[in-house]
């Protein structure tokens, strides 16, 4: 058993995506850092070559944090031949209506994102975590939590403790440090459950994302509750789904075998990209928006799915979480030189703008759920008209800034 007593300036609990970059940007800046996971390493995953065992988990990683991720050194290792690049999005409402297009181009941009495997980034992470020479504890849960002026004091299992000026919880959507400083969580329900697969394509994808938001046949519940099911470009001849669908739908589409749900997936994106060949098994996991009342109580920050949980459809779930990130370590730089690093001042700054960056996001996630999931004939009319309205020029590019924006 470990009794001693570690001190540090930011200690950071979770080591997924959020917080192995927290550990490196913080790092960086020049903070002695402290990283724990309960997991024996977090990170440690094989990234196999060549075109076999692609991870169904998938992410598309915004320009800009593409930018910031590059300057952490963890872009840079990544397999070039592995990242699918996003020139367009073409989205669909209802069953005949005109898609709406979105292209890179319209605001001068030569992407609109970059779609990663999540083991790849996460090793990527990892091994600056190493090269910046971080303290990571890995391998033993946390037991307690306390927290006084200037020290946050963490307790793992094995009886090792951690001292730190600021703790950083990264530690997930059922985040254990959000629990035990009694923070409550916003949430609703949005009934849908979220399947994630990848396939192989008869016909090129062009680096075009498509999403389909359908209420026709089985897409839709009894209730009208709409299914959102995206394809995103993998290198090659390759996608990567996520289909939100009705829970009783997903049950079904769960159960059914490979060749039945390809069709299911054909089907509902319309044949687009030609026939298509299973990858990999999908998975599936429920899909319920939470939101932190507050990211900061005391010398804890919340990041990530610790602080928020958005609907997939934006695919700014990760983007979020990375802008956490990116304006705590801002804040913290333009402190003053005998301002603490937990001062109430700096962290009052985080919190205004975290909440008008998660605030934007939920707008446009929840308007867009309820606009396409209602079946009221004078909404139909309005969003089809809205979705032929919006390839004008000035709008479409307002829409592409905010998809562009994190």
Request: proline share 4%; net charge negative.
């Amino acid at each position: 058993m470990n009794t001693g007593i570690l001190k540090t300036d930011i200690t950071i609990v979770g080591a997924g995506l959020v917080g192995l970059s927290a550990a490196v940007a913080m790092r960086k800046a020049g903070h002695e850092v402290v990283l724990v996971d309960q997991q024996l390493h977090a990170a440690d995953s094989h990234t196999p070559e060549g075109d076999v065992d692609w991870d169904p988990r998938i992410y598309a990683i915004s320009p800009k944090n593409v930018q910031w991720l590059s300057g952490l050194g963890a872009w840079p290792l990544l397999d070039s031949a592995r990242i699918g690049e996003m020139h367009a999005m073409e989205i669909w409402g209802d069953a005949g209506a005109q898609p709406l297009s979105l292209l890179a181009e319209d605001v001068n941009a030569d992407d609109l994102g970059f779609i990663v495997e999540e083991r790849a980034l996460k090793k990527a992470l990892m091994r600056q975590v190493e090269a910046c020479g971080v303290h990571t504890v890995f391998g033993n849960p946390c037991s307690a939590l306390n927290t006084v002026p200037g020290q946050a004091k963490l307790q793992l299992d094995n009886g090792q403790v951690i001292e730190s000026a600021l703790l950083i919880a990264a530690d997930g959507v059922h985040s254990w440090v959000r629990q035990q400083l009694g923070i409550a969580v916003e949430q609703k329900d949005y009934r849908q459950t979220a399947i994630v697969a990848n396939f192989i394509t008869e016909k090129p994808h062009g680096n075009i994302a498509r999403q389909w938001f359908r209420q026709d046949g089985a897409s839709a519940d009894a209730a009208g509750h709409c299914g959102i099911l995206a394809w995103l470009p993998l290198p090659g001849n390759k996608i990567s789904i996520v289909w939100s669908a009705p829970a009783r739908y997903a049950d079904t589409l769960m159960q059914l075998d490979d060749a039945a749900f390809t069709s299911e997936v054909m089907c509902a994106g319309n044949a687009a990209l030609g026939c298509l060949t299973m990858m990999d098994m999908p998975a599936a996991f429920p899909l319920v928006l939470k939101k932190a009342v507050t990211v900061v109580q005391d010398n804890v920050v919340l990041a990530g799915d610790a602080a928020h949980r958005i609907h997939p459809m934006a695919g700014q779930g990760v983007n979020l979480g990375f802008r956490d990130i990116v304006d705590l370590a801002e804040i913290l730089s333009a402190r003053h030189a005998l301002q603490p690093i937990y001062d109430s001042g700096l962290l009052k700054r985080y919190t205004r703008a975290r909440k008008a960056d998660l605030s934007n996001m939920l707008m446009l996630t929840n308007g867009l759920y309820h606009l396409f999931e209602s079946q009221n004939p004078v909404v139909k009319k309005v969003r089809n008209w809205g979705l032929t309205a919006t390839n004008r020029q000035a709008i479409r590019k307002e829409l592409v800034k905010q998809a562009i924006a994190l």
